[in-house]
T-cell receptor, first 111, second 116 residues
């Protein structure tokens, strides 16, 4: 049962442009959402998070938007840089419960 | 941020052998550690949750007799894949949290297991 879904397995963006990665979820109990960045053969590293009481959280070039009514969140990276090329996972959980991860989106930023 | 290490990073073994993977929190005490498995082009799937000094809690469908987890101290958890078979080949990742906050998990670099 895939409760967190990333429907785009890959995305290519020109350097300097905006990258938008999308994530949908099915469980309305989720109250915390996170984005992780992962390079090949490495563990995920935390990028940015948002709680369900907010609809936007910004950290430098990274902004996460949450639309609870649509059960949708997105990660915006602007401007995109070649070093941003990686696989991005969204994850969700509700307090005290396990994390649920999406299948990941591979982002390629073209110089 | 907090650092979690895993050893080995890559292991190749023959079918039928057992493999032990270590997960260590290097600069913090991890009250809870998690073990995940990732197949190619798939999401991280939680296998089990382990708390120091107690038995691990396994997710549905994960054989606890095959994947032995020992969380002997606040800085070390081990996953032993017993009698490994080719279908166990995967990327195994551990993570750890401090206290009871699930807001951030600190992930290890992962272990690539290949069973011949």
């Amino acid at each position: 049962d895939q409760q967190v879904k990333q429907n785009s397995p890959s995305l290519s963006v020109q350097e300097g442009r905006i990258s938008i990665l999308n994530c949908d979820y099915t469980n309305s109990m989720f109250d915390y959402f996170l984005w992780y960045k992962k390079y090949p053969a490495e563990g995920p590293t935390f990028l940015i998070s948002i709680s369900s009481i907010k609809d936007k959280n910004e950290d430098g070039r990274f902004t996460v938007f949450l639309n609870k009514s649509a059960k949708h969140l997105s990660l915006h990276i602007v401007p995109s840089q070649p070093g941003d090329s990686a696989v991005y996972f969204c994850a969700a959980f509700y307090t005290g419960n396990q994390f649920y991860f999406g299948t990941g989106t591979s982002l390629t930023v073209i110089p | 941020g907090a650092v979690v290490s895993q050893h080995p990073s890559w292991v190749i073994c023959k079918s039928g052998t057992s493999v032990k993977i270590e997960c260590r929190s290097l600069d913090f005490q991890a009250t809870t550690m998690f073990w995940y498995r990732q197949f190619p082009k798939q999401s991280l799937m939680l296998m089990a949750t382990s708390n120091e000094g107690s038995k691990a809690t396994y997710e549905q469908g994960v054989e606890k007799d095959k994947f032995l987890i020992n969380h002997a101290s606040l800085t070390l958890s081990t996953l032993t894949v017993t009698s490994a078979h080719p279908e166990d080949s995967s990327f195994y990742i551990c993570s750890a949290i401090t206290g009871t906050s699930y807001n951030e998990q600190f992930f290890g670099p992962g272990t690539r297991l290949t069973v011949l």
